[in-house]
């Protein structure tokens, strides 16, 4: 079992490639002042029992999971959403243009076939809209950007604890691909957006933890740079 990583105050990573499953993006935990949690993806679906345990030995409470936010509709990200739905009853968050994936009506865009996985669809209670929308959780201010490039329906989150800006830029990489409906010049100006954004740590979907301002604009310009 991998031991959570404390990213930052309240801010930890319970599941990822080395944490919990080669196949699993990076997953994130949020935790407000009353112990309430917020999962911040949540892996490729069999490594669900791993997380789990991750959470609890970290002495948090997986039954106080409350929102699951789901950044974009790929399997890497997307996979345990039902049974995290099933066992804790959790509030699912995504945006609109990945409802297709994440609901189950394009299995193709949830990149499953590319793992191998079988994807069990799961309903989105919360679905973000706007370009910028924000949800208030306990005592944490989440902002929800839309960025779509990645999959249309690609956002990243970010919130500010202390004078520190957290931002979670789920594959803000890529990979682009025609069958999850990439478009590079939307990521384009979703990178320009996320730049703006001067976070201090980001929190990549596969990549890594960027700590400091410079690292983060370094690591997004690098990759733009990448795309000419
Ligand atoms: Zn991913
Ligand atoms: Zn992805």
């Known amino acids: 079992m991998g031991r959570a990583r404390l990213v930052h105050e309240r801010v930890y990573q319970v599941g990822g490639s080395s944490l ?3 196949r699993d993006c990076m997953v994130y935990l949020l935790v407000t002042k009353d112990l309430d949690l917020v999962l911040i993806d949540c892996g ?20 106080s999971i409350k929102d699951l936010v789901l950044t974009h509709g790929h399997i890497d990200h997307i996979g345990a959403a039902s049974e995290f739905v099933k066992a804790y009853g959790c509030k699912v968050i995504a945006h609109e243009e990945d409802l297709d994936a994440i609901e189950g009506s394009n299995m193709l865009k949830t990149a ?17 809209k706007k370009e910028e929308e924000t949800r208030t959780v306990g005592d944490l201010e989440l902002h929800f950007l839309h960025t779509p490039g990645h999959t249309p329906g690609s956002m990243v989150v970010y919130l500010n604890i202390g004078s520190k800006r957290i931002l979670f830029g789920q594959d803000i990489h890529g990979p682009f691909d025609p069958s999850f409906e990439s478009d590079i010049e939307k990521w384009r100006a ?4 996320v730049l703006a954004l001067k976070a201090d740590i980001l929190c990549e979907g596969h990549f890594g933890i960027y700590y400091g301002k410079d690292k983060v604009e370094e690591f ?8 000419h």
């Not at 996985?117 to 973000?128: A, E, G, H, Q």
């Not at 997004?220 to 795309?227: P, Y």
């Open 20 to 22: 919990s499953d080669p």
């Open 44 to 63: 490729a679906g069999p490594s669900f029992d791993a997380i789990v345990r991750t959470i609890e030995g970290s002495d948090l409470d997986p039954r």
């Open 112 to 128: 499953a076939d590319w793992y191998s996985l079988d994807y069990r669809p799961v309903k989105v209670d919360d679905v973000i």
């Open 190 to 193: 979703s990178m320009k957006k």
């Open 220 to 227: 997004i310009q690098g990759h733009l740079d990448g795309m």
